[in-house]
Nanobody
Framework: QVQLVESGGGLVQPGGSLRLSCTAS????????VAWFRQAPGKEREGVSC????????VYANSVKGRFTITRDNRKNTVYLQMTSLKSEDTAIYYC???????????????????????RGQGTQVTVSA
């Protein structure tokens, strides 16, 4: 059974940090690129970041570049999203996704939200508020 489980969300003050985790099971995780998305109430889904499997190349949305870092640990079947200098506009449900039928191993150079993915998790809430 394929599963993606996110964790690490919570309430944090502006300027603070959080580290999200996405742990996978039920498929060959290390073969696939993994992306993080977020969706805030009343807003479109936004691709936040992506990490390729073949060369670990990373891609970020302009809105988070320089503040967020994506990494992966294939031994633990886990992808991390380290978020720093958080802003109120980062408030959203964050979820991970993987297995793009278009490009299974590589992220798009045009941005982390370009491809659709077959698998996604339920998400974890991040709230940035004083």
């Amino acid at each position: 059974q394929v599963q993606l489980v996110e964790s690490g969300g919570g309430l944090v003050q502006p300027g603070g940090s959080l580290r999200l985790s996405c742990t996978a099971s039920g498929f060959t995780f290390d073969y696939y690129a993994v992306a993080w998305f977020r969706q805030a109430p009343g807003k479109e889904r936004e691709g936040v970041s992506c990490i390729s499997s073949a060369d670990r190349r990373t891609v970020y949305a302009n809105s988070v570049k320089g503040r967020f870092t994506i990494t992966r640990d294939n031994r633990k079947n886990t992808v991390y999203l380290q978020m720093t200098s958080l802003k109120s506009e980062d408030t959203a449900i964050y979820y991970c996704a993987t297995r793009s039928p278009v490009s299974p191993r590589y992220c798009s150079n045009s941005g982390p939200g370009i491809y659709d993915y077959d698998y996604r998790g339920q998400g974890t809430q991040v709230t940035v508020s004083a």
